[in-house]
């Protein structure tokens, strides 16, 4: 074969290679939904009020809370830490009632001792415009939260109406006073049964 082939041969190769990466979804660069499984339908039973962080640690003032457990919604799938390592773009969350928040990232250990890797600026939302309706709105805020493998959702809030109240056990893990990124380990002061109904998007 002389050159002028050959090179016409690899030109083809790797025409074709490209065309193939072209077609295939970069793995890496799909999104991944993790927490509550949202929906309109999904009810934010009994927080038409916030409940304030003192119903549960006695101490008044801002506390972390820790999506222990997240709200499967049906799908028996749904992930309550981060499946993967990268970084989380997006939240999306269910309220009662309006309130405010700050999003972090919380790293929890078999014993229940917990610190906060990653705090977001304080975010507004609005609660839902009618309680009364069949469906019920879902809100979300843009975030950039570096995330491992295993970490879980949490928010830094006095009280907050992101609730789903209609069981019990330690669906929600509670510190008081709140984590606060580059501060040790600190252990978990109590427990909430109701559900927090926060998700996010890893990339």
Same mark, same amino acid.
């Given at each position: ?11 083809? !190769?790797? &025409? ?9 979804? $970069?793995? %890496?660069? *799909?999104?991944? @939904? /993790? ?61 009662? !009632?309006? &309130? ?9 250990? $078999?014993? %229940?001792? *917990?610190?906060? @890797? /990653? ?85």
């Amino acid at each position: 074969m002389n050159n002028s082939k050959i090179t016409r041969s690899l030109s083809i !190769a790797v &025409g074709a290679a490209l065309a193939a990466l072209a077609i295939a979804p $970069a793995s %890496g660069m *799909a999104s991944t @939904t /993790f927490g509550t499984n949202l929906s309109p339908d999904l009810q934010p039973s009994n927080a038409g009020q916030p409940h304030p962080c003192e119903d549960s640690t006695g101490v008044p003032g801002a506390c972390t809370w820790v999506e222990n457990e997240a709200y499967t919604n049906g799908d028996l799938t749904t992930e309550t830490t981060a499946p993967k390592t990268g970084t989380i773009k997006k939240i999306s969350w269910i309220a009662g !009632a309006p &309130g405010s928040f700050k999003f972090q990232v919380v790293k929890v250990k $078999a014993n %229940g001792q *917990a610190k906060a @890797t /990653f705090e977001s600026k304080t975010i507004n939302y609005n609660g839902q415009t009618d309680p009364d309706a069949d469906t019920y709105e879902i809100e979300s805020a843009k975030v950039k939260a570096p995330v491992k493998k295993g970490q879980y959702l949490a928010i830094e809030a006095s009280e907050t109406s992101m609730l789903r109240c209609s069981s019990g056990g330690d669906n929600v893990l509670l510190y008081q006073p709140a984590l606060n990124p580059g501060n040790p380990f600190a252990a978990q002061t109590s427990d909430d049964g109701c559900w927090l109904l926060l998700q996010a998007k890893i990339k």
